[in-house]
């Protein structure tokens, strides 16, 4: 079985500065996707980021950066430039892959961190 | 194109009534789930679909049944509700065999059980 920490009930920063948000997995599986999703008040799931596992390089999309280290079995998410429109729950998921790279459709949560952003 | 729609968005019950939470999917996704959101845990998975006729066990399924006549909808039944199903319920689609892997989640339903 998988599991998934976030070692950070909370963490909060001001707007325009970058934080990092830790997680860190267990698995005996060599094939897996990472996911970092925001959760904010309204309470939708939203994906930030996305990391294949077989890929070395680290997923990127504008603001947001993730520093993947597969041996350590540890995913991070940066935020750079921090928004008022950031503050969110930020839950860490895990999910397993076959040796083709299709997912088992199943995801395995860290237990989140809540961000503040501060004007 | 409304994605994924879950059905009621809230819920109040009394301990032993019996409910079924809604959830429709119309981007022909072969994967459905439900999920359960508690303080302090994150999501849990209940039970989940690969394709219609096919259902199978989460982490927490006790207390839950399901079934996929079709690949649009998966309901979540509730036969006897209890206090500790008081949650949030997330129901969620993906595709089997694309590259990208992702799921995609509706918007939830609060549930409390009285």
């Known amino acids: 079985a998988q599991t998934v920490t976030q070692s950070q009930p909370e963490m909060s920063v001001q707007e325009a500065e970058t934080v990092t948000l830790s997680c860190t997995y267990d698995t005996s599986e060599s094939n897996y996707y990472l996911f970092w999703y925001k959760q904010p008040p309204s309470r939708q799931m939203i994906l930030v980021i996305r990391?294949?596992?077989?890929?070395?390089q680290n997923a990127t999309e504008n603001r947001f950066s993730v520093n993947f280290q597969k041996a350590a079995k540890s995913f991070s998410l940066k935020i750079s430039d921090s928004q008022l429109g950031d503050t969110a729950m930020y839950f860490c998921?895990?999910?397993?892959?076959?040796?083709?790279?299709?997912?088992?459709?199943?995801?395995?949560f860290g237990q989140g961190t809540i961000l503040t952003v501060h004007p | 194109n409304a994605g994924v729609t879950q059905t009621p968005k809230f819920q109040v019950l009394k301990t032993g009534q019996s409910m079924t939470l809604q959830c429709a999917q119309d981007m022909n996704h072969e994967y459905m789930s439900w999920y359960r959101q508690d303080p302090g845990m994150g999501l849990r998975l209940i039970h989940y679909s690969v394709g219609a006729g096919i259902t199978d066990q989460g982490e927490v399924p006790n207390g839950y049944n399901v079934s996929r006549s079709t690949t649009e909808d998966f309901p979540l039944r509730l036969l006897s509700a209890a206090p500790s199903q008081t949650s949030v319920y997330f129901c969620?689609?993906?595709?089997?065999?694309?590259?990208?892997?992702?799921?995609?989640f509706g918007a939830g339903t609060r549930l409390s059980v009285l």
């Open positions: 998921a895990f999910m397993r892959a076959n040796a083709g790279g299709t997912s088992y459709g199943k995801l395995t």
């Open positions: 969620a689609s993906s595709y089997r065999n694309r590259g990208e892997n992702i799921q995609y």
């Open positions: 990391q294949e596992a077989y890929k070395q």
